[in-house]
Every structure is written in C-alpha cells, then in structure tokens.
C-alpha cells in the first residue's frame, strides 16, 4: 500500500496534447477515481502511473519514490484491463499465479495463495478450468484476483466493469467496493460512467480535455459542481444564465430569468462575485407542481410541460419557463403531468450552486 | 422446399466451382498417377499397363533415392529453421510497429510480383564467379582469384530461404497480430520482464502461426525443383528433381509415378502429425 503523486505530468503524442499539466496527489489507501468522457485522457493517465507509457513530463511518486525511470515489472502494481487480459492458454490458476512467480514466494506457499484469492473473490472452485470456460463476470473477478494476488502498492483498474451487462455491472461495483475495503490497497478508477464513481470513490477527478476540472468526494462534485461542464457531465443540470446582486454572509444573491431571486448558500457559490453568474440547478431538484399548488420555502415559475419521458419509477420533464428549456426529472407521484400541462416549476435555493460566469 | 434444405444445400453450390476444379485437377490426375505407378514401361516405348509392383519395389528399395529423399527432408528441415529464425522477429517487428503494417506487409508481398525463377536466378548474378560479390571482393582485393559460391547445398537453402521467407513471416504475423498487446502488458506489470512476457505470453500464443508458417515453407521446400536446378550443384538434387528426370527425360511415367507418390505420402504424413499438432496448439490458445 502506497500513495500516489503525480507532479506536474505531460503527455504529449507528437504535437498533440492528451494530458495537460496535471498534479494530484492519491493518499495511502483512497479509492479515486478518474472520470471523464471519452478521450479525454483517463487512460493516459493511467498507463502513466502504471509505467506503460512516459510522462513527456513532470514526476511520478509511488509511496514517495520516483518512479519514471523504474521499469513497469519492477513497480508491484495490480492492473485490471478493460477486456480483463487473461492468459488464455493457462488455467485460472496459473493466471492467479502468475505474478507470485517472480517475487520470492515459496513454492508450497503458492498455491495457498492463489486459492485465498480466489476465495476473496468468491469464485474458490475454478483454478482448474481455462479463461474461455468462464462467463463475463467470472473472468473480470479472476483478472481482479490475479491483480491483488501479489499485494501490490497500487491497484489500477481501467473501466473494468464497463464490457459487463448493467445488472452485473452494479453486483461487480459492490463486490469490488468490498474486496479494496477489505485489503484497504490504494486504487486508482476510471470510468466514464457517473454512478459508477458516485457510488464507490473517496475521491473523484473530474477530467475534461486532459485537464482536471475537479477533485472532490462524490458529494463535494455532485453538490457543488466547480464547472459547468463538471455539473453537466453528472448527471443533468439546468445552467441559467444570471446576475449575483450581492454578496453577503451566508447566501449570494442571484437575479434569474423568470424566476427571480434566489439566495444560494456561499459554500456553493465560493467564486461567484457581483456581475455575471450562473445558477445550477440540477434536474431532480426542479420540482413540478400544480398550477395553482402553494410552495411555501420555494422559488417558483409558471411553466408549460413539453416533452414527458417516463422511466418506470421517475419521469424526466422538458419544461418551458419563459425562453428556456429546462429539464426536470421527478418521482412519479400519482400519474405523470401530461403534455401541454400548465404547471409551477419550483426548486428550493439551497439545493442550487452558483458559477461565476460571463 | 424448406429454408432448412435450402440453407443445407447453399454451401454445396457455393463450393461447386471450387470442388469441380478440385475433383478435374487434383483428384483425377492423382488417380492417373496411382494408376501409372503400376504400370510398368517397356524398351519398346509403349508402357505396359497391368498390375506390376516394380516400380514401387525400386523406388522403396533404391538407395540411391531414399539418400535423396533424406537430403531432400534434411534441406526443407534446415530451410524451415532459417525461415522461423529470420522470419519470427521480422514478423515481430511488423506486428508491433505502429500505422505503417499495411506498407510493411506491401513490401512484404513485393518479391511475389517477379517470378521466382527470375528471383531465383539473380542469386548467379550476386554468388557466381563474375557476380556481384566476387567483383566487389576482387575490386577490394580481399581476394585474389573469385571464389566458388554457388552450386552447393548451401546456396540451394540460400534460394529456398528467399522464396520462403515471406510466406512464414506471413502467418507468424497474423498470429502475433490477433494477441492482444494487453497481454505483454498484464504479465509485465505481474513482474515479468519484457522477455520473460514475450517466453511466457507471446509465443506460445502465436505457436499456431509459426508452425502453420513452418509446414508451408517444410511442405514447398520439399516440393521444389526449381531451386535446387538453378542453384543446386550436381549432387544436389532434391526429390522432386528425381520425379522430373523420369517423367521428362526419362519418360518413365511408371517410375515417375511411384516416385511421386512417395514424396506426396511422407509429406501427407507430416501434414497429418501437424493436424494432429495444431488441433492441440488450438485448444490451448482458446478463444478467451
Ligand atoms: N498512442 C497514442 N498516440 C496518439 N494519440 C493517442 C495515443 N493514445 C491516446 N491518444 C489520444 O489521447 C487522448 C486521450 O486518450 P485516452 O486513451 O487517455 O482517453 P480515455 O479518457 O481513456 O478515453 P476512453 O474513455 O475512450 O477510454 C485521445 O484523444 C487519444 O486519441
Ligand atoms: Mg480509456
């Protein structure tokens, strides 16, 4: 177990950029998680830490030590790939071994290992039979058991759920939650899959473009989004446009469009100043009510229902207030508002987050 | 009728030109052979057909030809090594390299666009007494009377490894390719050094390729008679240069004949210990 430091780190694929300067620091034992959509350099980071690729600059620091110039096979690292890289001509046992081969473990204490391995991820019967042989899910946790069999510093898994079909997605998301918990390894994620991160991290960076748009717990980026783009990659949010009128002690005071003004708390809007703002307001926090339903506490606007995607449990409204479209996503109380409904969009302003914005 | 005959009945049509061409060029010809190989041929030049066992007799008994038959699986042997030595890392470095595959195997692919025995043949003017590399030696004054490279056995490999060689670093390629590179990956970040993965991971993934590349050069190799014509010294026939003498100077179809099918045989048997081989190479690789 270790910690993690990227110091500055650059990579450059000729003349393109795919991680901007980059510093993070990973302490002992946190599961972190690297989220961000499609090529916006998870990976690159990954392999970097890994040792798989060079970092065109800047240090990396495993457990305080330098590592840019130590070799992949000399870093004690468990990696878990997206397509699980199982050695298809040997047996799951010897996959699981494979690592204890070349550190100094005795041949009789091998195969206790492999199998207390096996036991953790809860697939004990399977050391004789071949990769192929297993499903899906069985070869992911085998590739998970072959990572940690060697108790590395780090853990590195990249998007190791994502070939899996969703149900077994979630039960992977809850037995690898408790497989890192239980050895307490540091372990760095990525996906690009919000409820992934949600639900497992300590920490999250939010990535866009190579660059880092925020590290925070999961409900630090949630709540208090330090981007519009982090507040719209999770999960939905509604961005308006507004003006901060004051800055007082405990709320800024935004002016919004139709629906007037709403006093943030200043722990969600630390950056905002008098001028320019932006008002986030995520989906499930804008409420729809009747027309004429009273919303004591609330900031409110009469709108028009214009879209209803119902979703079984919860139904996804677009409203418009005014010119803007906004998105609302409710529980289902009752029946859904029907198309054209007239209806009072209320949301509550301590549920909102204030961006400075121009 | 049923989508269940028509579908059993669709792969038979499709096949129909390709088995039609089998049957007419292969497998009658072939029948031909077997016949003739009975025969026997008369001083009067009219072979006599019937049932006779002498050829055959003198082709297994000879040891004039099983020396030849030896020499000729000894040659293919030695070609199929220098094949996998040269061919594995060329074929390698193809796999691994980055965006230029296409271009590597283009210039891969190049030697097939001139004919063989043209390809063949250039090796006299680079080995031969006032070839090439005698005329730079001589130039250089490393050497003060030109050397006799050719017409040896060595030279014959030397032909053999040239027209060879593509075809294994061919199908040791599309192996390596079909590995994933995560693989090397994972076993290094196990602890394995770059070597140790490649001993490990790599090749016993990408057997199937190299012995599928190996019985083609063995198969081609022991087959030829150009090479070994061109290049080859006086006693260095191969097999197929016996075959050739009969039917064509001899014309002693019979013998010709048993001769042929000897070569065919042993290297059939070879084929099937291969199948027997590569059933077992592919069950280990799996599928994933
Ligand atoms: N070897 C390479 N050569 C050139 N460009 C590369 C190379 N590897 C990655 N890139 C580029 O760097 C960027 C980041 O790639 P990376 O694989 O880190 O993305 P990612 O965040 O993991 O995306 P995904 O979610 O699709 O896996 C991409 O634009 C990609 O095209
Ligand atoms: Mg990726």
Same mark, same amino acid.
């Given at each position: 177990?270790?910690s ?26 946190t599961?972190l ?22 970092p ?92 940690i ?31 890192q ?19 497992m ?50 709320a ?16 969600k ?59 609302a ?8 508002f ?18 400075p914005?121009? | ?11 038979w ?12 060029l ?55 090594l220098?094949?996998a ?16 595959k296409?271009?590597l ?16 043949m ?7 007494v ?55 990956d ?17 090749l016993?993934?990408?057997?199937? &390729?190299? %012995?599928?590349?190996?019985? @083609?050069?063995? !198969? =081609? #190799?022991?087959?030829?008679? +150009?090479?070994?014509?061109? /290049? $080859? ?14 039917i ?7 013998? &010709?004949? %048993?001769?042929?099918?000897? @070569?065919?045989? !042993? =290297? #059939?048997?070879?084929?099937? +210990?291969?199948?027997?081989? /590569? $059933? ?9």
């Amino acid at each position: 177990m270790s910690s993690v430091v990227l110091d500055n780190i650059v990579k450059r694929f000729g003349s393109f950029t795919a991680v901007h300067p980059t510093s993070l620091e990973i302490p002992e034992g946190t599961f972190l998680t690297l989220l961000g959509p499609s090529g916006c350099g998870k990976t690159t980071n990954l392999r970097m830490i890994a040792g798989l690729l060079d970092p065109t600059e800047g240090e990396i620091l495993i457990g305080g030590r330098r590592v840019n110039d130590v070799p992949i096979h000399k870093r004690n690292l468990g990696i878990v790939f997206q397509n699980y890289a199982l050695f298809p001509h040997k047996s799951v046992a010897d996959n699981v071994a494979f690592g204890l081969k070349y550190r100094d473990v005795p041949k009789s204490e091998i195969a206790g290992r492999v199998q207390a391995a096996l036991d953790l991820v809860q697939l004990p019967d399977v050391g004789g039979r071949y990769p192929r042989e297993l499903s899906g899910g069985q070869q992911q946790r085998i590739a998970l058991a072959r990572a940690i069999v060697i108790e590395p510093d780090v853990l590195l898994l990249d998007e190791p759920l994502s070939a899996l079909d969703a149900n077994l997605r979630e039960d992977m998301r809850v037995e690898l939650k408790r497989i890192q918990d239980k050895i307490g390894v540091t372990t760095v994620f990525v996906t690009h899959d919000q409820s992934e991160a949600l639900a497992m991290s300590d920490r999250i960076v939010v990535m866009s473009a190579g660059r880092v748009e925020q590290v925070g717990t999961p409900e630090e980026v949630y709540n208090r989004p330090a981007s519009e783009f982090v507040a719209n990659f999770l999960g939905a949010s509604n961005i308006l446009e507004s003006r901060c009128t004051d800055t007082g002690r405990d709320a800024v005071q935004l002016d919004v469009p139709v629906f007037g003004a709403v006093p943030v708390p200043v722990d969600k809007a630390p950056e905002v100043r008098p001028g320019p703002a932006k008002l986030v307001l995520r989906a499930e926090k804008l409420l729809l009510l009747a027309e004429d339903a009273e919303a004591p506490g609330m900031v409110t606007a009469p709108a028009v229902v214009e879209t209803v995607d119902y979703q079984g449990q919860t139904v996804r409204y677009f409203i418009r207030a005014g010119d803007r479209q906004l998105q609302a996503i409710n529980m289902i109380d009752g029946h859904p508002f029907a198309k054209g409904t007239q209806v009072t969009a209320a949301f509550r302003p301590r549920d909102c987050a204030g961006l400075p914005g121009a | 009728m049923s989508v269940e005959a028509r579908e059993a009945r669709q792969p038979w049509i499709l096949l129909a030109p390709a088995l039609s061409a089998v049957t007419l060029l292969l497998f009658v010809p072939l029948v031909f052979i077997v016949v003739y190989s009975f025969w026997l041929r008369s001083a009067t030049g009219a072979d006599l057909p019937g049932f006779h066992l002498d050829n055959w007799r003198e082709a297994l008994t000879d040891r004039f030809y099983r020396d030849i038959l030896i020499s000729t699986l000894r040659i293919a042997a030695i070609t199929t090594l220098v094949c996998a030595l040269m061919g594995y890392p060329a074929a390698y470095f193809i796999a691994r390299s980055r965006g230029n595959k296409m271009i590597l195997l283009l210039l891969l692919m190049l030697p097939f666009w001139i004919s063989y025995i043209i390809r063949t043949m250039s090796w006299i003017n680079i080995l031969g007494v006032s070839g090439a590399l005698n005329t730079l030696l001589l130039g250089i004054g490393v050497i003060s009377e030109p050397l006799n490279m050719l017409y040896n056995e060595a030279t014959v490999i030397l032909g053999l490894v040239h027209f060879l060689l593509p075809f294994m670093v061919l199908n040791v390629f599309v192996s390596l390719d079909g590995i994933d590179t995560n693989l090397e990956d994972a076993a290094n970040s196990l602890g394995a050094t770059r070597w140790q993965a490649f001993l490990q991971v790599t090749l016993p993934l990408s057997l199937p &390729g190299l %012995a599928a590349g190996g019985l @083609l050069c063995f !198969v =081609l #190799g022991a087959g030829t008679y +150009i090479t070994p014509l061109v /290049l $080859g010294g006086p006693r260095d026939a191969m097999f197929a240069n016996l075959v050739f003498e009969a039917i064509i100077t001899q014309l002693n179809w019979p013998l &010709g004949s %048993a001769l042929s099918l000897m @070569l065919l045989v !042993v =290297l #059939g048997v070879l084929v099937m +210990i291969y199948n027997r081989y /590569l $059933g077992m190479a592919q069950l280990m690789k799996g599928l994933g």
